[in-house]
């Protein structure tokens, strides 16, 4: 059995844990047998814990703990053999001789009346190495070489370790100059950088040079550090002070009392000096920037009255935000005085733009009220909700949909809070649905009045991957599209104002006409009338010449067969890559005109689903009443896939005085159109060996080339269509100029037809 194997492994490594007692399993006959007569049971937990992969661990980690030990032992008898034949200097045996069980590790007694202490922390033994390496003590580094104080439980009087620090701390100050190169080397660097930068500032005319001396000690100490030289932060100054003025002879030292507040100037004139000082006085400074700030937070009060969010975004929503004078400031501080630029850069005023609505939206008109073990909670006023923190928190809502996200960026001032995000996004949607049951029309303020208008009908599908999803959606999508010739077609239609009455979150519901779905009854396909079209064969194929299609494409396959001739030649393949080789990329090129993008619009998404009755038949009604909103003359125009065109079609011929083919114009979707197509195309190639063709040109693989025929995926066969007419034509010419090289009689020559 395969626990009682288990169970006797682990008691073989002795990983059993406490709990499990294997004579309490076994009575004698097994611990399987006893297991299975008293009907034994465990939790999967439990079994967990001592399955075969935890016990493989097991036995390697008691494996790795025997071969540890194993060299554990050999290693301490090499280091015991070489103890016996090391050499016994006199400092070997006073060094051996040492115990520290009860002497002091410097002086080495043990004066009962003294009490000793042990190390305990790594700051006294690094300290005490520091100070053995100034000492140069031999004796103490040798015994500091066995290992580090608190391993070998070394004890010391305290007036012993407290005379060794001060010994080395007297021996490193006076030979401080004399340690080492590299230490003398950069403070040099250091000083020789202090008085270079005293020397630049006397040397400006519009700065005082007066030096305050604990400045000055800062930035030699800071500079030490930064070239590597481990130094105390407390800087003798007087030392610095003396070493500075030897330097400069003119230079006077002017002390507020007691040694405190003294100030470094030089006594060429004095007067020039202290005249420099006052008008570049920190104090006048920072007034200044109080004064800056006042004017600043005055004109961002009295603005928020001014500007307020409606709900939309308008072209100079961000410059109305922000008064100009905020906005003039951080342009400053950004480029700084630009007086003599005719504009600012797109870039820079951007940036100004953003940091200036930042400001606002997270100015207070009184001081917050800071505690540090309590968070700050940070409220903002609608009044200053500036477009960029709005417009911010919407993106980020809709793109992630994380509540966590919106919180963190509004705490850092970012954006607005996730509530008020909320808020804003049910007012807006609150205002626009009451302003569709006022015209219980459901119709998207993108779209324009007075435009062509499309309509597209389908199912739309959602099935989450993610494990822990419980639903899917399967319902009914309906498009409406606009097409334009140019920018300004069409009549933009008034958006409401963006502010409900009622702040609320709650958003409210659309009309009952457009959210009921309303039954409708069966009725039998065999009952289904299909109205006669009179003159059928007249309106098929009129208006359409078949060779000004084929003409049109003789430059597509001539510009095919010169991509191809390009080939053979030695021009650059970047040259060849950029030619529309294709039959799309071509006739796209040939296009002068621009074409603008439609306006598109999805309504309302609907649960039922779409392949019903019920929902084809409420979809008509609800794209009849936008058409109708949108151009009043025009007849709804509604595409759709295969299954939904054949439900259309029916409810058309059942119900023609509201559906009939002259109240709706009903297309099947240019996809189906074309699979069906390239179906029948590959009905006639069956059997024709064209498969064939193209495994052995290696333009595809036996199962894709079978695919092909069935156009299972559009993209691909397309592409091995036009690959296959390119071709064509391109054998069908070489065979013509082989034809013509032939013919003696040149004037017989046929001409070439493609």
């Not at 190169?181 to 950088?193: D, F």
């Not at 006042?294 to 410059?319: A, E, H, L, V």
């Not at 334009?484 to 239609?493: I, T």
């Amino acid at each position: 059995m395969t626990l009682e194997s288990d169970l006797l492994g682990f008691e073989s490594v002795n990983s059993l844990p406490s709990t499990v007692n294997l004579n309490l399993l076994n009575d004698g006959s097994g611990i399987g047998n006893t297991l299975r007569e008293n009907r034994g049971r465990w939790h999967k937990s439990c079994r967990d814990a001592l399955n075969s992969t935890k016990l493989e661990r097991a036995r390697k980690r008691k494996l790795e703990e025997i071969t540890d030990a194993t060299e554990n032992n050999t290693v301490q008898q090499s280091v015991e053999q070489q103890a016996v034949y090391r050499s016994c200097t006199r400092a070997f045996l006073a060094h051996s001789a040492s115990t520290f069980d009860d002497k002091c590790f410097f002086c080495e007694s043990c004066n009962d009346t003294e009490k000793l202490w042990q190390v305990r922390t790594l700051g006294v033994d690094s300290r005490v190495r520091e100070c053995a390496s100034v000492l140069n003590d031999v004796h103490l580094l040798s015994k500091l070489s066995e290992g580090d104080l608190i391993a070998r439980e070394a004890k010391y009087h305290a007036r012993c370790l407290v005379a060794f620090y001060n010994r080395a701390s007297r021996v490193g100050s006076a030979d401080s100059e004399s340690t080492g190169n590299n230490s003398v080397q950069s403070s040099s660097i250091a000083l020789a950088e202090l008085i270079a930068y005293i020397e630049d500032v006397r040397s400006n005319e519009t700065i005082a040079p007066v030096f305050r001396l604990s400045e000055l000690t800062k930035l030699y100490v800071s500079r030490l550090n930064q070239l590597g030289v481990a130094h105390d932060a407390r800087e003798h100054s007087t030392r610095l002070k003396q070493r500075i003025m030897n330097h400069f002879p003119d230079m006077i030292e002017v002390c507020a009392g007691r040694g405190k507040g003294t100030n470094l100037m030089f006594d060429e004139d004095l007067s020039i000096t202290l005249s420099k000082a006052c008008k570049s006085d920190s104090y006048a400074d920072a007034m200044h920037l109080v004064r800056a700030a006042q004017i600043i937070r005055r004109d961002t009060i009295d603005n928020s009255s001014k500007y307020s969010f409606q709900g939309t975004f308008s072209s100079d929503c961000q410059k109305d935000s922000v008064p100009a004078s905020l906005l003039t400031l951080v342009s400053m501080i950004l480029e700084g005085p630009c007086i003599d630029e005719v504009g600012l850069c797109e870039q820079s005023t951007a940036a100004a733009l953003s940091i200036s609505q930042l400001v606002v939206h997270n100015s207070t008109k009184k001081n917050r009220n800071r505690s540090i073990n309590k968070k700050t909670i940070v409220r903002h006023s609608k009044s200053q909700d500036t477009p960029l923190p709005i417009y911010v928190a919407l993106l980020i809502h809709s793109v992630t949909r994380r509540k966590s996200l919106v919180d963190k960026l509004f705490s850092l001032g970012i954006c607005v809070s996730y509530d008020r995000m909320l808020q804003i996004s049910a007012d807006a949607a609150n205002v626009v649905c009451a302003q569709y049951a006022k015209d219980d029309v459901v119709c998207p303020f993108s779209l324009r009045t007075n435009l062509f208008t499309l309509a597209a009908i389908d199912n739309i599908d959602h099935n989450p991957s993610s494990s822990t999803s419980s639903t899917s959606f399967h319902g009914t999508s309906i498009s409406l599209m606009q097409n334009r010739v140019d920018a300004n077609d069409g009549l933009k239609r008034v958006i409401p104002d963006g502010t409900a009455s009622e702040s609320l979150r709650k958003i409210q519901a659309l009309p009952t006409s457009y959210t009921t779905v309303e039954p409708v009854s069966f009725i039998s396909d065999n009952n289904t009338i299909v109205p006669a079209i009179e003159n059928l064969s007249s309106l098929i194929g009129t208006g359409i010449d078949i060779s000004n299609i084929l003409s049109s494409d003789a430059g597509w396959l001539d510009n095919a067969l010169s991509v191809i001739d390009m080939c053979d030649t030695d021009i650059d393949k970047t040259i060849i890559l950029n030619q529309n080789l294709s039959w799309a990329a071509y006739n796209a090129n040939l296009r002068s005109n621009l074409a603008y993008p439609a306006i598109t619009a999805l309504l309302p998404l609907f649960r039922e689903a779409a392949h019903t009755n019920a929902m084809i038949k409420h979809g008509m009604k609800s794209i009849q009443c936008a058409v109708k909103l949108l151009n009043s003359n025009q007849i709804p125009i509604i595409g759709s896939d295969q299954p939904l065109y054949a439900i259309i079609k029916l409810l058309q011929w059942r119900e023609p005085l509201a559906f009939g083919e002259d109240k709706f114009v009903i297309l099947l979707g240019g996809l189906h159109i074309e699979m069906a197509a390239w179906k029948t195309i590959g009905d006639w190639l069956e059997g024709s060996g064209w498969t064939d063709a193209l495994v052995d040109s290696k333009v595809a693989s036996a199962g894709t080339a079978d695919s092909f025929l069935k156009c299972s995926h559009i993209k691909k066969t397309r592409q091995a269509h036009t690959i296959t007419a390119a071709t064509l034509y391109i054998l069908q010419k070489q065979a013509y100029q082989l034809y013509k090289s032939d013919c003696v009689d040149q004037d017989s020559v046929e001409t070439f037809e493609s």
